[in-house]
């Protein structure tokens, strides 16, 4: 393979025209060895034998520049033209023509009937044969969707097994729950902890199990996580604290044992009489078989097999402070509604002689003697008194050489063991304490990273997705996902340009994780080399999303984000690669090829080099500026009027970006690389940027297309009732007012021109550290971010300028604003790592962006730190005019990004 053949487009080339090889082949295989096309001769007028070149200069200009395809179709639009079909000469004849008509006596003589025509016979052929080659080819099309890609996966389908994976193979890998465990395997033993208070006043038992920001809590999360061996999370309630601790211990074939100590204490005097109820479970998600251990009222332990963990036990020893023991034994019919069947599966039980608390009611399938159901779901429940302290233990049939119970002590112990080390290499690999940080904001990092470590998960399951060939949305193959999630309260799943931000952090504390986290990403390509943006795989995780959001369509794109970790961990691979990381780059490389393809195929723009997002709503009337959920900023202004000729200037940026780190793995391993190099030095050309994106006018880069400011959302007139026809009182007739919808106030309409939206869309020139060290607009661009009228405030940058006529508005009636003037922290990571870029580089500019870079990173680490301090959270993002956080909560995903800035480790 040639260097230029390695990808399948280049920049200037449109949809198409990557086959022009093939068409070429396809013509010569068309023409016999004299270059005539079989069947048909030149006609024998000549003055019809006039190409359209001649007449449409612009043909040849275009020809010239090598649009290739294009010009292949003329040249054989003019040869069908100007040719007429004939018959060859027959090999039986000698080369004498035959006649064209058929003698029937001499066919009668011989008893024997006409012949059909051959031409009757293809017709007849034809008739059947392209009805069926077109349903064929329509479900080849709609299958391609739901198709995976042919080649080699980057994650082997045993990698996370307990044999190749044991001290990964069981995790918190469960989210969207406060406390869960489970194995990074299809169908997992699942455990997990509710609890309550007794003897409460609310209307509804408020029973804590997913992490709901319903739930009020003043702050949860982990304080320490290494996403391998250990953690230590708090919760606090209203009345009381809660803290789970868990450790793993190595040993046997199917990942060892592990223990969480569940403990609690009162937040005040007046909660020392509080009384909880804790709920230990455990449930089969698919197979295997388990029985609990009784005596009396009080399950001990639970017995079970699956064939992923063999012989398992599971221990409750007796906790001290213990009021009541309760169980129960049923069958739950999915994973995702647990909840919902402990609570139908409690009563009263006296307690004192004032007092009935709420217990489990036992062994349910017994009792309702549902001999067809096996147990899949156990549960332990204890009723204490403040303070508690209690061990869940699970110990592997096939760990032999246990020395003790990893309980007590033991657990202890082996906990402490590893908080010094997570200690230890938190400070090699940040130097906070270095640097001079105290031991607060130390610690706020600590509990960040270690909140997206703990928010690590492994879902398996089938996604929904749906193509322009698929009437419905069909299922995509079944597969597993080994990934971050941004919230596990409100988006407990997995989003892919959320991912790339996510492993900037995850590769600098541990390498391995991050690259199978990337692995998994890519496993999930199909055929065309699409990667579905959302995924939602399994019950737990498809029971939180609306079903509008279910389904993804594979004409979406999201930002190829995940080229930002790859790029950190080149720069890392630099000095020093060793075998490992060879193979995972070897892995890794197809799958990113076809990837990059994917985008610069389905995502081109109207003219050469320019790009456009998918998925805007070019109909709509109900939304003030029609969101682009696709380019991950949604509601940021874009081009009003959305049509195919718009250039969005971030996707561009995004694919400049992403054709070096291509060039760069294809250098390291040894791939021919100068297609890559050659695309990157075309989109990173400052003039030719500039000729696409530059608006003279607002002084900014920006997006280009067909625009005006003058939109308002706007609600028609109410329609006036009918009068009433009957006598009597008139009755108040209350007609429904009718949705607000966009109305365009401009005398002219929209025009195509840049947009000026100034903002975080403005400056992906800037943050891809595209713009020339020593070009004037990075001076223009480094003033305007210091303007407070524009986008500074001492909390971070804003989205949307304040001068922008969208800024702050809500883009439907019932749609508030989202990336209209909050501070969000991944836009405002690549700002701080590209003024730390322009301040280490030579160039008239160095100083200036030195001094904004000090000034940002300052404001935005202490502001997160105090609304840390304030609210128990790290939030989504941060109101511009306070800097109070904002959205969903807690959200550890890119906002922990602020450790990278603490740590200037970019």
Known sequence: MSETDEISIIPGERDGEQSSDILQSAAESWCDKDGDVL????????????????????????????????????????????????????????????????????????GTSPPIGFRTFVFIVLIGFVPLSYMWYKHVLASRVSSPLDLPRAIEPDATSAKESPDRFWGTYRPGVYFGMKTRSPQSLVTGLMWFTQFTRERTLPLRHTCEQSDQLPRYGWLRHDGVNFGVQEIMDKNFTLRTEFVKRPGGQHGGDWTVRVSG?????????????????????????????????????????????????????????????????????????????VIRSMKYYPFTQNKHMLGLVGDILSQSQFHDYAPNLLVHQITVALPFEVDFVFESGSFAERKAVLAGKEFTNLLEYHNQNYDKKFESIFNLKQKGFKEKEVNFAKATLSNLLGGIGYFHGKSLVKSRYTDEPVEYWEAPLYTAVPSRSFFPRGFLWDEGFHNLLISKWDTSISEEIIGHWLDLMNVEGWIPREQILGSEARAKVPAEFVVQYNENANPPTLFLPIQSLMKEFVKGTNARDLSFLKHIYPRLKVWFNWFNTTQLGSVP????????????????????????????PRASHPSEDERHIDLRCWIALAAGVMA??????????????????????????????????????????????????????????????????????????????????????????????YGYVSLFPFLTQIIDPASEKLSKILSDLKDPKLLWTKYGLRSLSKSDPLYAKYNTEHDPPYWRGQIWINMNYLTVRALHYYANIEGPYKEQASAIYKELRTNIMNNIVKEYDRSGYVWEQYNDTTGRGQGSHPFTGWSSLVILMMAENY
């Open 39 to 110: 069947g048909i001769v030149e006609q024998e007028n000549p003055k019809e034998d006039t190409s359209e070149s001649d007449q449409n200069p612009e043909t040849d200009e275009q020809n010239s520049n090598g649009n290739f395809s294009d010009g292949f179709f003329e040249l054989n639009a003019n040869m069908v033209r100007n040719r007429r079909a004939v018959r060859r000469p027959s090999e039986e004849s000698n080369g004498e023509r035959q006649p064209d008509g058929l003698d029937v006596k001499q066919y009668l003589k011989r």
């Open 265 to 341: 204490k009162a937040r005040t005097k007046a909660a020392n009489h509080t009384i909880v109820s804790l709920m230990f479970y455990a449930a089969t998600d698919g197979q295997g078989e388990m029985e609990p251990i009784v005596e009396g009222n009080r399950m001990t332990g639970i017995e079970g097999n699956t064939e992923e963990l063999g012989n398992f036990v599971i221990k409750f020893p007796r906790a001290k402070n213990t009021k009541k023991s309760n169980f129960l034994r049923t069958y739950s019919p999915s994973l995702h509604i647990v909840k919902e069947v």
């Open 609 to 636: 080099t320019a790009y456009r997002w998918r998925g805007r709503d070019a109909i709509t009337n109900k939304e003030l500026n029609p969101k682009t959920l696709t380019s991950g900023l949604d509601d940021y």
């Open 664 to 757: 760069d793995i294809a250098k390291t391993i040894g791939e021919p690389h100068g297609s890559y190099e050659q695309m990157h030095r075309v989109l990173t050309d400052n003039e030719l940027l500039d000729k696409l994106h530059w608006s003279s006018k607002g002084k900014e880069y920006s997006d280009y297309g067909n625009h005006t400011d003058h939109v308002t959302l706007e609600r028609p007139p109410v329609p006036t009732p009918m009068p009433q026809q009957q006598r009597g009182p008139r009755k108040q007739q209350n007609v429904p007012k009718p949705p607000m919808i966009r109305v365009v106030r401009s005398k002219n309409g929209p025009t195509y021109r840049h947009v000026n939206a």
